[in-house]
């Protein structure tokens, strides 16, 4: 069979945490500043971005994407990716592929896919001397942490999987690292943004976030609007009512304390989860 031929999942910070993993020492960088704004603040959000980042705050790292090392991907489709069968390294992508937030499933589906048909089609990565593809496993997780977890442990004690990857919402990715700690397998938090998922109790050496957090989301934005655009003072917070949405929206108060002190929250409302008419609200 042809290596270079097939899908995957994204493979980069998969890489680096094996690595973390068995050194025992691996540090995360410092997250990178990310500046979005919006008026009003929603969890439908963002209506626009930029991104600022100093480089004196960013941690020197001996890795880096080579983007002249490319694969052509002119020919990918992720409706019909060639998915790898064998003695390969397996990732789980735990996300909703069903119910309300079905789309949010087929975005990470398809992020992963692009970048492990990247790499495999230079012939895999290399785990423990030896050049391996990389294999996805789709594990829908339906937004439920019950499911969640017994899924995660599908993955590992009958797919073998080398990796959980995802996933959305804090219950949902706090489930999944109990699981990866039990079993002592890699966990890739890639979306779930809330702070104290890696502090205290809820710290695991299986875990690794590489996503920034809900926190400085909030105050992000509220620096834009107090040192950038320096033109509203009245705000109005909307969000979801998660751990996430109410993380967010104290950050967003935290940032303007600090960055726009002549700024003033006018009302602040938390509408349930998947709500479609906010005209009911």
Same mark, same amino acid.
């Given at each position: 069979?042809?290596?270079?031929?097939?899908?995957?999942?994204?493979?980069?910070?998969?890489?680096?945490?094996?690595?973390? #993993?068995?050194?025992?020492?691996?540090?995360?960088?410092?997250?990178?500043?990310?500046?979005?704004?919006?008026?009003?603040?929603?969890?439908? @959000?963002?209506?626009?971005?930029?991104?600022?980042?100093? +480089?004196?705050?960013?941690?020197?790292?001996?890795?880096? @994407?080579?983007?002249?090392?490319?694969?052509?991907?002119?020919?990918?489709?992720?409706?019909?990716?060639?998915?790898?069968?064998? &003695?390969?390294?397996?990732?789980?992508?735990?996300?909703?592929?069903?119910? +309300?937030?079905? /789309?949010?499933?087929?975005?990470?589906?398809?992020?992963?896919?692009?970048?492990?048909?990247?790499?495999?089609?230079?012939?895999?990565?290399?785990?423990?001397?030896?050049?391996?593809?990389?294999? #996805?496993?789709?594990?829908?997780?339906?937004?439920?942490?019950? /499911?969640?977890?017994?899924?995660?442990?599908?993955?590992?004690?009958?797919?073998?999987?080398?990796?959980?990857?995802?996933?959305?919402?804090? +219950?949902?990715?706090?489930?999944?690292?109990?699981?990866?700690?039990?079993? *002592? /397998?890699?966990?890739?938090?890639?979306?779930?943004?809330? &702070?104290?998922?890696?502090?205290?109790?809820?710290?695991?050496?299986?875990?690794?976030?590489?996503?920034?957090?809900?926190?400085?989301?909030?105050?992000?934005?509220?620096?834009?609007?107090?040192?950038?655009?320096?033109?509203?003072? *009245?705000?109005?917070? #909307?969000?979801?009512?998660?751990?996430?949405?109410?993380?967010?929206?104290?950050? @967003?108060?935290?940032?303007?304390?600090?960055?726009? +002190?002549?700024?003033?929250?006018?009302?602040?409302?938390?509408?349930?989860?998947?709500?479609?008419? @906010?005209?009911?609200?």
């Amino acid at each position: 069979m042809n290596q270079n031929q097939y899908g995957g999942h994204e493979v980069f910070s998969i890489q680096e945490s094996v690595r973390a #993993l068995k050194l025992n020492n691996e540090r995360r960088g410092n997250m990178h500043s990310f500046w979005k704004g919006i008026l009003v603040l929603g969890s439908i @959000f963002f209506i626009f971005s930029s991104m600022g980042i100093s +480089p004196a705050q960013v941690m020197a790292v001996d890795a880096k @994407f080579d983007f002249s090392k490319m694969s052509d991907m002119s020919d990918f489709d992720p409706n019909n990716p060639v998915i790898p069968k064998g &003695d390969n390294f397996k990732i789980a992508v735990l996300a909703p592929f069903s119910g +309300p937030a079905t /789309v949010i499933g087929q975005v990470y589906w398809i992020a992963a896919l692009w970048a492990a048909t990247d790499y495999n089609k230079r012939g895999g990565i290399m785990i423990d001397g030896q050049k391996k593809l990389i294999q #996805l496993i789709k594990g829908d997780m339906e937004f439920k942490p019950d /499911v969640t977890k017994k899924v995660a442990e599908r993955m590992i004690l009958e797919e073998k999987v080398n990796v959980l990857w995802g996933t959305a919402g804090t +219950p949902n990715v706090k489930v999944m690292n109990e699981v990866a700690n039990k079993y *002592k /397998v890699i966990a890739q938090n890639t979306a779930a943004l809330t &702070d104290d998922l890696y502090e205290g109790a809820n710290f695991t050496r299986y875990s690794f976030m590489t996503c920034w957090c809900s926190s400085q989301i909030g105050r992000a934005m509220a620096y834009y609007f107090g040192q950038i655009r320096k033109k509203e003072k *009245k705000f109005y917070i #909307l969000c979801q009512d998660t751990t996430f949405g109410h993380v967010f929206g104290e950050g @967003f108060k935290a940032g303007l304390k600090e960055y726009y +002190p002549d700024s003033r929250i006018v009302g602040e409302d938390y509408h349930k989860l998947f709500l479609a008419d @906010f005209a009911l609200t």
